[in-house]
C-alpha cells in the first residue's frame, strides 16, 4: 500500500532534522576532541612526555653509615671516609655491553674491570645498582654526569669507605671490611637486603667481624622518579637508615703502637691486661699488615706475599696462636700440688739433672741437676725435676682442673677471629680425641708445661691476672657500645689458698728480682715498679739420646722453624698489681733472654703511661734501652710502624 506524499514529506523532514542534530553533536565531540588534545600538547606537553617515555617510579636502598671504632681515650681505629664511584642498574641500562662501551670512552677502564663487571650484572636483579669502578676522581664523576642522557642506567655516586688510620698497628684487633661474596652469604643466616649490594662491605675479621650486627646499622630507602633512558628525574622522598654503633674498645692505642713496634723483627705475640677490669690494654702479634690494602681491593702479588710468609703476618699470634707453655705452666703444677695436700712449701725434691720413670729419663735444663729444691727455689730456678715429682704425686686430673680454674683450655669470649681454646689435657680428653689411654709420662711433660698442654698469650696473660689477684678475672675488649659501659670482668674471689698463691707471688718476684733467678738480667730496678715473673722455653722438637750424649744442639745452630719458643709472663708493680703482661716469640731461643726483655719493656711502658725514664733500667743496659727509645719514639710518633708484610 502506497503512503501518502503528505506523509512522506513529514518523514523526510523528520530524518533530516536527526541528521542535522547528530552531526551537530559529531562536530562538538570532535571540537571538545581538539580542545583537549591542543591542551595535552601544548599546555601539558612536559607532564605528559614523562608518561610517554615510560617514567617509573623505583626505590633504592640507602647503606647506612657504619659505625665507627675508637680505641679507649677516643682515638679512631675504625672511620669513614667519601668515596666516589660510578655504577649501573641493568634495568635501566638496555643493552649493557653497550653501554659500558661508551663509559669506557670517557673514563680509564682496564679490559678486566669491564668483564668482571658485565659478570656480576649478568648475576645480579636487574634493579640491583652494582659498583662498575670506585675510588674515582671528581673529573671522572662530573664527566659521566654531563654525559648521563648518553649513559642510561649509568649513575655516578658518592658514598663511605672503611679505613684504618692507625693501619698495620691495629690489624689483628679490628680487623677489616670487605665486599659480601657468595661464600659469606652461603654461611651466614642474614636476610639483611643490604647484602645483596653488590660491593657492600661487611666485616670479615677481628672486631669488624664479630661486631657485624652492631656496626652496619639497617638500610634506609630512597623513592625516584626514572625515564626510559634510567635518567633520574627527581626524588619523591627518602628515609634516611640507621647508623651503625659506635664501638670503643679497651685497648690503648699508645701502648698498642709501643708493643708492635716493640716485637718488630720477631714473629711474637704479647698481651696487656689491667687488673682492675681485665681490660685488654694491649694486643700485639708480628708482623703485622695494612688492613687499607684489603678494603681497596688487594693485589695477587700483596695477597701472596702475606700469605706464603712463614712468619705468618695474618695470624693474630696473640689469641689465635696455641704453644706449649713451658715453665711457665709450673705455677699451675704447683698450686694443685698444694691444694691436693701432696706438697708443702718447705718440703725439699733432689734434682740430679733428670728424673726416670718407666725406663724412661726425663731431663732438667739443668743438666747436672739443682740438688735439694723446694717450691721456692724450684721457680726462681726453674728446676723441672721438682715438677715432675709434683706431676707424679698430683696427678693429671688435679693439674688439667687447675689450668681451667686459672683461665687455661678455655676460650675467652673476646671479639676477634679464631680466638683458641688451648688444651688443659686430661684423661678424658686423650681417650675421645686420641683412642689412646692416658699415660704416666704424659703427666711427667704436662707437669713442665710440655706434651699436650697449649695456651695462647691471651690464656697466659689470664692465668697471671689471676694468679696476681685471686680473682676470675676475665678479660674485656669492647668497653662501651655507643656510650654504654659492658660488664667488667673484675671476676670475683677464687677459692683458692691465699697463703698458697702468696708463696707463688713471691717465688715469682725472685725469678726476677734474685741474683739467681732465671730473669734477673730483664729485671726492673725502681722499687714501685718492680714486678714478678716467670720465663719458659718450650720445645718443638724431639731430642735424642744420641744427641744428648754428644751434646744438645744449641738454638743458634738450628733452623729458625726448630728453636725452642720462649715465653715470659709478668704482673707488676709487685705490691700492689696493676698490669699483667704474656710475652711469646716463636722460635726465639730461651724465655729469659729472647721473650723477659720484651716483657719488662712493655710493663715499664705500661705503668709510666709512655716512655718510663732509664733509671728505671739496670745500669749495665741503658745505653741499649736508649737507642730502642728513640727509634720507637721516631717510629710511633710518625705513625710509621714497619711492623708489616707486603
Not at 513529514?10 to 542535522?20: P, Q
Not at 626505590?59 to 669513614?80: E, Q, W
Not at 696473640?318 to 691436693?340: D, N, R, W
Not at 689450668?403 to 681417650?431: E, Q, T, Y
Request: a neutral charge.
Amino acid at each position: 500500500m502506497r503512503r501518502p506524499p503528505k506523509d512522506t514529506l513529514e518523514s523526510n523532514r523528520i530524518v533530516t532534522r536527526r541528521a542535522l542534530v547528530m552531526g551537530a553533536a559529531q562536530l562538538g565531540l570532535m571540537g571538545a576532541l581538539g580542545l583537549r588534545m591542543q591542551s595535552m600538547q601544548i599546555e601539558h606537553a612536559d607532564e605528559f612526555r614523562l608518561l610517554a617515555e615510560e617514567n617509573r617510579i623505583n626505590v633504592r636502598l640507602l647503606p647506612p653509615d657504619r659505625g665507627l671504632i675508637f680505641d679507649i681515650n677516643g682515638v679512631p681505629l675504625a672511620v669513614n671516609e667519601q668515596n666516589y664511584r660510578i655504577v649501573m642498574v641493568r634495568e635501566d641500562a638496555g643493552d649493557i655491553e653497550e653501554v659500558l662501551g661508551r663509559l669506557t670512552k670517557l673514563v680509564d677502564l682496564p679490559d678486566e674491570v669491564v668483564a668482571r663487571a658485565i659478570e656480576e650484572i649478568n648475576r645480579r636483579s636487574p634493579f640491583v645498582p652494582v659498583t662498575i669502578v670506585d675510588r674515582v676522581s671528581w673529573e671522572d664523576i662530573a664527566k659521566v654526569t654531563v654525559n648521563a642522557p648518553a649513559l642510561p642506567g649509568i649513575i655516578a655516586d658518592v658514598g663511605l669507605s672503611r679505613h684504618y688510620p692507625q693501619g698495620a698497628d691495629t690489624a689483628h684487633v679490628v680487623g677489616y671490611v670487605g665486599p659480601v661474596s657468595d661464600y659469606d652469604l652461603s654461611r651466614i643466616d642474614d636476610q639483611d637486603p643490604l647484602l645483596q649490594i653488590p660491593k657492600f662491605q661487611i666485616g670479615k675479621t677481628g672486631v669488624e667481624n664479630k661486631l657485624e650486627q652492631t656496626l652496619r646499622g639497617s638500610a634506609g630507602t630512597r623513592r625516584i622518579e626514572v625515564n626510559a633512558l634510567g635518567r633520574v628525574m627527581r626524588e619523591l622522598d627518602r628515609i634516611e637508615g640507621q647508623s651503625g654503633a659506635d664501638v670503643q674498645l679497651t685497648l690503648d692505642m699508645k701502648l698498642q703502637s709501643y708493643v708492635e713496634a716493640r716485637l718488630e723483627g720477631e714473629s711474637a705475640a704479647a698481651v696487656v691486661m689491667d687488673l682492675e677490669n681485665g681490660d685488654l690494654r694491649a694486643i700485639g702479634s708480628a708482623p703485622t699488615f695494612d688492613p687499607n690494602l684489603f678494603v681497596r681491593g688487594i693485589s695477587v702479588a700483596d695477597w701472596r706475599g702475606l700469605n706464603e710468609d712463614i712468619y705468618r703476618p695474618l695470624s693474630a699470634k696473640s689469641v689465635q696462636g696455641t704453644y706449649p707453655p713451658g715453665s711457665t705452666f709450673k705455677m699451675i703444677t704447683a698450686l694443685a700440688a698444694l691444694e691436693a695436700g701432696v706438697l708443702t712449701p718447705e718440703e725439699t725434691i733432689y734434682c740430679r739433672g733428670f728424673t726416670e720413670v718407666s725406663g724412661t729419663r726425663f731431663h732438667c735444663w739443668r743438666s747436672s741437676g739443682h740438688g735439694n729444691v723446694n717450691l721456692h727455689e724450684s721457680l726462681k730456678q726453674s728446676c723441672d725435676c721438682y715438677y715432675y715429682e709434683l706431676g707424679l704425686r698430683t696427678g693429671i686430673e688435679n693439674i688439667a682442673a687447675m689450668a681451667r680454674k686459672m683461665g687455661l683450655g678455655l676460650r675467652h669470649d673476646i671479639p676477634m677471629s679464631a680466638v683458641a681454646s688451648g688444651l688443659a689435657p686430661d684423661r678424658v680428653w686423650k681417650r675421645e680425641v686420641r683412642g689412646e689411654e692416658w699415660r704416666i709420662g704424659d703427666t711427667v711433660n704436662a707437669s713442665i708445661g710440655q706434651g699436650y698442654v697449649l695456651a695462647s698469650p691471651l690464656q697466659l696473660a689470664v692465668m697471671t691476672a689471676r694468679l696476681a689477684t685471686g680473682r676470675s678475672i676475665t678479660p674485656r675488649l669492647v668497653h662501651s657500645i655507643n656510650g654504654i659501659e659492658q660488664p667488667s670482668g673484675a671476676g670475683e674471689s677464687m677459692d683458692v689458698n691465699e697463703n698458697f698463691l702468696r708463696r707463688i707471688r713471691q717465688s715469682m718476684f725472685d725469678v726476677n728480682n734474685h741474683s739467681r733467678g732465671t730473669a734477673y738480667g730483664s729485671r726492673i730496678v725502681v722499687d714501685e715498679a718492680r714486678m714478678a715473673g716467670k720465663t719458659g722455653t718450650s720445645q718443638v722438637r724431639r731430642i735424642t739420646p744420641e744427641e744428648r750424649a754428644r751434646g744438645v744442639t744449641s738454638n743458634s745452630d738450628l733452623p729458625w722453624e726448630r728453636r725452642d719458643h720462649a715465653l715470659w709472663v709478668n704482673f707488676a708493680p709487685f705490691d700492689n698489681p696493676r698490669y699483667a703482661v704474656a710475652v711469646i716469640v716463636e722460635h726465639g731461643g730461651g724465655g729469659s733472654t729472647a721473650a723477659a726483655p720484651i716483657g719488662r719493656d712493655i710493663t715499664l711502658q705500661a705503668l709510666y703511661d709512655g716512655e718510663p725514664p732509664l733509671s728505671a733500667y739496670p745500669s749495665n743496659v741503658r745505653g741499649r734501652i736508649a737507642e730502642q727509645q728513640e727509634r720507637i719514639r721516631n717510629r710511633v710518633v710518625a705513625g710509621q710502624t714497619t711492623n708489616t708484610r707486603a
